[in-house]
């Protein structure tokens, strides 16, 4: 927004993440943020600070909060949020506007507007689902592909509808009310995380009969009515959002007595817990006795193009390896300090090449382009055993097989 010419405030709780960005320095890993970043600091557009009386002045307020998954339970805790809110709605300037982009249990903005209603403010509420994948934030933010805004009344949502046609006037905009608004991102995420978990459930068939789940994949998805997109078929889906939003939204189906409604989402869930499972399985099968057997992984974010470990199949996978006494060695581009600060007693090594030499296995589990393109020609020279499990399904069989590699995969067999 500071690109574009707004002034803008960022406030965070956490001074430390404060202190980097005025320092110039983005405290995760995001293509192209960096550069943008630092082109943008120099216009003095943009202010860091813990403080949030610096919000007086504004006009509108956005709420970036985390809804992560609750420690009790699949319900979204929804504290950090609440917190941030009444805090703002104090600091806030008297007729502003204050746009929840966090992804809540529909009710939340409802609830929300209930309490700026008994302010002598005359705050407005508007909430305003975030679509953007990590690894594609700067060009979802800058060329977002929809604006979803939920809001009392439509006048409500004028100024804000009327903000982002300065910054996307192409980007189709939805006006609605509040739980439509809510809605729409949970069921966003709940059908990307079917997709996925439908080609899964798909992957054990092919398992159990023989067949070739990418060759299915590409078969129902040229039918464009189906998609080939997000039919990526492997070791499945984490994150910190696809996961915890499905569990979310089957929690909030219960409190609406909705959940036979949703129940399909629980069995999603399992297929996608199950993926990580039938991997370690696959590994298990293939190296005997696991104990001081040497597994190299490629990847630990988990997807490419992001540091994010939050709920990572990859890391999950070396973690339960390493518990069955297997020497574990994980690399990844960019995520191995995220990782270690997470799983500090696994090992992890910034060489592919450290990472490969010796390994009894090898497993690729985040496609990072750097993994896709090794040369199985270079680098069998490294490795034990050539044997690499293809986690997400990208590799070229043929090369790698004529290479010398044994190949093994879910929902396939070579
Ligand atoms: C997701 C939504 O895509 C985004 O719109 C929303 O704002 C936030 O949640 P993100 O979590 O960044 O974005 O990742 P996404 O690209 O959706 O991938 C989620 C997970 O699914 C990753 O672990 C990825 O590896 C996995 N995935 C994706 C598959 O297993 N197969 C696929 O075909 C696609």
């Not at 574009?4 to 980097?20: A, N, S, T, W």
């Not at 202010?47 to 985390?66: H, P, Q, R, V, Y």
């Not at 069989?397 to 396939?412: E, H, I, P, S, Y």
């Amino acid at each position: 927004m500071a690109s574009l010419g707004y002034e803008v405030i960022v406030v965070d709780v956490d001074p430390e993440k404060i202190e980097q960005f005025n320092q110039g320095t983005v405290p995760f890993f995001e293509p192209g943020l960096t550069d943008l970043f630092r082109t943008v600091r120099q216009s003095q557009r943009l202010l860091f600070t813990t403080d949030l009386t610096k919000i007086a002045d504004c006009d509108i307020n956005f709420l970036c909060i985390g809804t992560p998954q609750s420690s009790a339970g699949f319900s979204a805790d929804l504290s950090a949020l609440e917190r941030a809110f009444n805090s703002v709605i104090a600091s806030a300037k008297v007729g502003s506007l204050i746009v929840g982009k966090s992804t809540v249990p529909v009710g939340t903005a409802e609830r929300l507007a209930k309490v700026i209603s008994t302010q002598k403010k005359k705050l407005t509420l508007n909430w305003n689902p975030e679509f953007l994948r990590e690894g594609h934030a700067v060009s979802d933010t800058l060329e977002p592909n929809r604006i979803v805004i939920g809001a009392e009344a439509q006048e409500n949502a004028e100024k804000l509808a009327d903000f982002y046609k300065s910054i996307s006037p192409k980007a189709p905009q939805f006006i609605t009310n509040f739980p439509t608004a809510e809605l729409v991102k949970v069921a966003a995420n709940a059908f990307l995380a079917t997709k996925i978990s439908f080609i899964n459930a798909m992957s054990e068939v092919a398992d159990a009969t023989g067949a070739d789940v990418t060759v299915l994949a590409d078969a129902i998805g040229v039918d464009d009515r189906i998609g080939r997109k997000f039919l990526g078929s492997g070791i499945g889906f984490g994150g910190g959002c696809l996961p915890k939003d499905i569990r979310a939204f089957l929690a909030r189906a219960d409190e609406l007595e909705l959940g036979e409604t949703l129940a399909f989402l629980k069995e999603f869930d399992l297929i996608n817990q199950r993926a990580r499972t039938r991997a370690v399985a696959v590994a298990l099968k293939e190296l005997g006795n696991p104990k001081g057997k040497k597994v190299a992984i490629l990847g630990a974010a988990f997807k490419p193009e992001s540091d994010d470990i939050r709920d990572s199949p990859a890391l999950e996978i070396a973690e339960t390896l390493s518990t069955l006494g297997a020497n574990v060695v994980i690399t990844d581009p960019q995520a191995l300090h995220s990782a270690a600060a997470k799983l500090p007693k696994l090992t992890y090594n910034d060489s592919v090449t450290e990472t490969l030499r010796g390994a009894d296995l090898t497993m690729l589990l985040t496609e990072w382009g750097a993994y896709r393109s090794l040369d199985p020609v270079q680098v069998i020279e490294l490795v034990k055993t050539p044997t690499i499990f293809d986690g997400r399904n990208v590799l070229d069989v043929k090369t790698w097989q004529v290479a010398g590699w044994k190949l093994l995969a879910l929902g396939r067999t070579f």
